[in-house]
């Protein structure tokens, strides 16, 4: 039975969310999900009111492999251009935002170590949770366990050839994680799949995977693949989050 230490939770903020508009960083490259300051200070005090922690941290997050330690935290003019974070330090909610990416929640068994990570299938490939563990490692951590977010679901998720290359030249085992699309050339990918193949290549036994298809659930998760395919507004994030009491 999977079961975070006492000290430790979990929580994955979507539309349901009402005390939030889902946008919880300042992206002034990106119009379309662009938002005032002080609408994303309301919307990160929101989430610190909601899971009783005092400070949030929180990434500009570019697809990378790259990894932060939040020892307080980030504010709105401060927004590290990393997708992972990690932190010893009590009452410091760790957020990472997805629309369709595979978010990665992760605790160390003894409850003195959380790291959150932004698993794109470039940041997954990189190694980023290689380099999270290892960071967190640096802090004591021994033993982990991990949540898997919701994300973009197989069925949802097609993909070119010449994405499905870059994988083969990875590990032939990768075919494991595609299946043919009915378009020639293209795949559909199992993004979640790959993500807890990494995990488990970690020695990381734990997971607990909530299972839903961010692009398949309208009303619950917005999604920018349907975004693209719909022509639905875009304007917000998922934010999941762990925080250590």
Known sequence: MFKLPDNIQYRVFDKTFKASTGRYVIKEDKPEIWATRDEVQKNLA????????????????????????????????????????????????LGIQTAD???????????????????????????????????????????????????????????????FDIFMEESAQNTRFFIPSSNAEHFMFDIAAYVRLKLEMLGISQIYHISEDTYANVHQYPSYR????????????????????
């Open 101 to 163: 990416c595979v978010p990665v929640l992760i605790a160390d068994q003894a409850g003195n170590v959380i790291g959150a990570a932004h698993c794109g299938w470039k940041s997954a490939f990189h190694n980023i949770l290689v380099n999270l563990v290892n960071a967190m490692r640096t802090k004591g951590a021994e033993h982990f366990m991990a949540i898997i977010g919701p994300s973009i679901h197989q069925e949802s998720y097609e993909v070119s050839k010449e994405y």
């Open 226 to 245: 349907r975004h693209c395919h719909t022509g639905e507004e875009y304007k917000s994030s998922i934010l999941s989050t762990i925080v250590m009491l």
């Open 46 to 93: 929101a989430i610190c009111e909601a899971q009783g922690a005092k400070e949030i941290a929180v990434l500009n997050q570019v697809h990378g492999a790259d990894v932060y330690y939040a020892k307080n935290s980030t504010n709105i003019e401060f927004t590290p251009k990393m997708d992972a974070l990690y932190t010893d330090q009590k009452n410091i909610i």
